[in-house]
């Protein structure tokens, strides 16, 4: 297959309410972004997927749509968001918008009129059974909810004001390909779906996700909208195996660019557990094992990876996996250099660049996000102690990665100049974005320079990928070019580790360590992280 740009671009995901706040109602917006397009620029960022930023009661920050084709007044307008694009275009920064397509909100006008009108075409455009099943919604309690008016059930997924559409309905369908299309002449350059592999839902066979019809329709959204378009697609697909990505974005009969899988995610969960009993302690050789079966298995010509640890659902990396008390600096480095030189596409989400934490979470008051709360709330019916609710909230609750980006040391960390819609991290006055510009050895800088690295170095796209054995804590993997090979040596542990191959150093390719020429002999100091061209 022919390479696109999106083989070696590299993507860092804005969730718009926490970025930047122009006009100081504590919330970030459209405008606020725009302001910082040159510090994105000077990244060196290819593309920015903007979480959603349309019409929306927020019940679930905007995930909840209730308009496609307009922009929520607290983001802005549709002129802010037409001056984003064309101001990122002067950047070379393409926007990538979500597309929420599993489910509308409640207040979407197809959904006011299938529940005003049972008789409205509108009323196929949803699920409604007269009998709720035993699914249950991620957001916790059952997937239905009654409708006093109809005396029929809707099937949400996600909260009550999320209701699901239904796929099955052709003329739904054919208004959603309308609607992409009219964002594709805006100039965009892709979309991300949001839970795309549960538009094929069948609820009355408990089908959730992966149903028989979702490549069908994948593969007529593509003819409809961006097939022949030059645009960056990628699908949520919480649990896809190799096989089922290589459906998705093989170039034969090409579908999306690629997905999001999160099987190296799904460690951070103990087996067969909701996601609150969470597991802190990182099994390394999983780890290791899982990314060499996606970097093995993916590539150009067959499938292709995203690269990432964070996003706005998940716990910041350099606090559950990291070491972010001790080794803060060092541990997002380590993370940082053992993704961006794998094969995929790598996403950045804001803030990881300086290396944010996760938030000390006391009291339930602090909790905005609508998963924490659901959960916090049926715990606590069911006698969970509090202290233990916030525990989990604490390690892996969603508003850890939500609050506010720390730009300087000012009031509200240069986020607004009011009070924000979540707190901003006690902890700004050390981590922020203008003391990391102003240390030449801060964590921006290992990003910046990984950036630059996969523009300039075309053999990341496309070289092997070969897993190195190694004791357990380490990390190290060789990318193989023809006669070149480039070495990457990752220490994921807090103590030192003993690492030994009988190769010598070319040239160091970036570090966040020393780098002594001798590889035969290498006690690699905790979070020790590089990548080495290796003589042929
Ligand atoms: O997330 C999909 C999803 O399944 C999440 O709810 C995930 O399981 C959970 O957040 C992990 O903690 C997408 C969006 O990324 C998320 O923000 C939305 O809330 C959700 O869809 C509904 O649109
Ligand atoms: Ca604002």
């Known amino acids: 297959m022919q390479e696109k740009w999106w083989h070696n671009a590299v993507v860092y995901q804005v969730y718009p ?41 927020m019940d679930d920050n905007g995930y909840d749509i209730s308009n496609y084709q307009d922009i929520a007044s607290i983001f802005g307008t549709m002129g802010d968001m037409d001056e984003l694009i064309a101001e990122g275009k002067k950047r070379d920064i393409q926007i990538i918008m979500d597309l929420v397509v ?58 009550k004001k999320q209701p699901d559409l239904n796929w099955e309905n052709e003329e739904l369908r054919q208004k959603i390909y309308q609607m992409i299309n009219f964002w594709i002449d805006k100039g965009i350059g892709g979309f991300r779906m949001d839970v795309i592999d549960m538009i094929g839902k069948i609820p009355d066979e408990k089908i959730v996700s992966n149903g028989p019809m979702l490549h069908p329709y994948l593969k007529e959204m593509n003819k409809a909208t961006f097939g022949d378009k030059d645009l960056l697609t990628v699908g949520e697909a919480w649990g896809a195996n190799p096989e089922e990505a290589k459906k998705y974005s093989n170039p034969e009969g090409q579908e999306l660019s690629m997905v999001f899988q999160f099987e190296h995610i799904c460690l951070q969960y103990q087996e067969g557990q909701p996601k609150w009993q969470y597991q802190k302690e990182l099994n390394v050789g999983k780890l290791k094992e899982i990314f ?16 990432f640890w964070n996003n706005h659902d998940l716990p910041r990396i350099v606090s559950i996996w990291g070491n972010d008390q001790d080794y803060r600096e060092k541990s997002a480095k380590a993370y940082a250099i053992l993704l961006h030189l794998m094969r995929g596409t790598p996403y950045i989400y804001q803030g990881e660049e300086i290396g944010m934490t996760n938030f000390p979470f006391e009291t339930l008051d602090q909790v905005e996000d609508i998963e924490s709360l659901n959960y916090a709330r049926e715990a606590l019916e069911k006698g969970v102690p509090l202290e233990q609710i916030m525990d989990s909230i604490r390690v892996i609750g969603r508003d850890n990665a939500r609050t506010p980006m720390q730009w300087d040391t000012t009031d509200y960390a240069g986020f607004s100049s009011a009070k924000p819609w979540l707190s901003v991290n006690p902890n700004y006055a050390a981590i922020n974005v203008e003391s990391a510009l102003d240390d030449p050895n801060s964590i921006f800088y290992t990003y910046q320079k990984l ?24 990390f190290a993997y060789i990318r193989k070019d023809g006669e070149r090979r480039f070495l990457v040596v990752v220490n994921l542990s807090s103590q030192e580790q003993e690492f030994h191959l009988k190769e010598t150093i070319e040239s160091v390719l970036i570090a966040n360590t020393d780098v002594k020429d001798d590889l035969e002999q290498l006690t690699l100091a905790p979070w020790a992280a590089f990548c080495v061209e290796l003589v042929a």
């Open 17 to 57: 309410k926490s970025f930047k706040d122009s006009n100081g109602d504590g919330i970030g917006d459209l405008k606020g972004i725009t302001s910082k397009l040159d510090y994105l620029a000077k990244l060196g960022i290819t593309a920015i997927w903007l979480s959603p930023v349309y019409d929306s009661p």
């Open 451 to 474: 950036v630059q690295l996969r523009k300039e170095n075309s053999w990341l796209v496309r070289a092997d990928f070969e897993l190195l054995e190694t004791p357990e804590k380490i």
């Open 292 to 307: 060499n079966k996606w970097q093995t298995e993916l590539g150009v010509e067959d499938g292709w990876n995203s690269l």
């Open 102 to 159: 599993n489910h509308t909100s409640d207040e979407h006008a197809w959904f006011i009129e299938a529940r005003d009108n049972p008789q409205s075409p509108e009323r196929d455009y949803y699920i409604w059974r007269d009998k709720p099943n035993d699914l249950t919604s991620t957001f916790s309690g059952s997937a239905w909810e009654y409708d006093e008016k109809s005396g029929q059930y809707y099937l949400h997924f996600f909260s």
